[in-house]
Every structure is written in C-alpha cells, then in structure tokens.
C-alpha cells in the first residue's frame, strides 16, 4: 500500500534556485522533447526568470527536497500556479493531488481562481481537470486553463 510521505511546503531561498533548474529539466525534457522545445539554456533561464523568494515554494518531504511551487498573483486576477515540479520517484503516490488540494484550498478560501499553462500532450493535465480546471485556451504549445472559486463545504447537519 502506498502511503503518503510526510510533507511540508517552505519559502524557497536562493540556494533552491539550482535544484529547482535540475528537477525541471528532469520532468520536463520528455514532453518539450516531443514539442521539439527542448533547449536546456533556455529552460534553466525560464526558471531564473519565474523564481521569486516571494513566491515560490519548496517541496520538502520527510526534510528532503522533493519539488517546487510558485503561486504568484495572476495579471486577469487570482492567482497563477506555475513552476509545479515533483521528483519522479515521488510520482503517482497522490503527493501531487495533496500539495494542489492545499493550494486550491488557500486559493478557495480566499475566493480566487487560479490560472496555469500546461504543455499540450503533459499528463499533468489530467490531474488539474480531475481537480476543476477547464481549458480556456490552446495554442500549438501550451494549454491554458483556469479553475474559478468553489464555494466553503457547508456542513450538512447545520440547522
């Protein structure tokens, strides 16, 4: 049975910069591969450019780095999910549905949607529709989409 790891989200710093450059490429080569948009300089520089101490968290699993996260305040309003990267050894054990359900929960009670871009043909796409996003918008590259607000769960026995 698999279990789910201890996980905690933490500020990233400047020393997260580099592990975050190396995870990307790591879980994002086979897909810009296929787009025939793989270019590692140009990668790594997407990442320097979208880093942001503010913004941008760390994956930390049972202590260790595992991931990464920046939810920045999105130009159409909301948010913007970007920068979601999780170790491939981590995958497919439901820790990337746990870390987005805290995100969009955060996201929920403050009554924002929130905005991403996929790379057509990324199977990370399927878990953003199974948890509300729609697709808004799609190009030869990126998919675009946006999950709006849902609504606190109202308890069902309240009179």
Partial sequence: MNSLPAWTLEPAGLK???????????????DL??????DPDRSRLRVRNAF???YTSVLLVDGAFAGSVTV????????????????????GRGLGTAVLRHLLAEADAAGEPVRLIVLR?????RLYERHGFAVVHEDPVDVF???????AQQDRFAS
Avoid: C, N
């Fill in 145 to 151: 989409l946006v999950r709006e607000p849902r609504p």
């Fill in 33 to 38: 591969e296929r787009l025939g948009r793989w």
């Fill in 52 to 54: 942001s101490t503010r």
């Fill in 121 to 125: 043909g990324s199977a990370a796409q």
């Fill in 16 to 30: 997260d910069l580099e592990p975050i450059s190396d995870l990307k490429d790591q879980v994002m080569r086979a």
């Fill in 72 to 91: 920045r305040p999105d130009e159409q309003g909301g948010r913007h999910l970007e920068m979601f990267y999780l170790a491939p050894h981590l995958q």
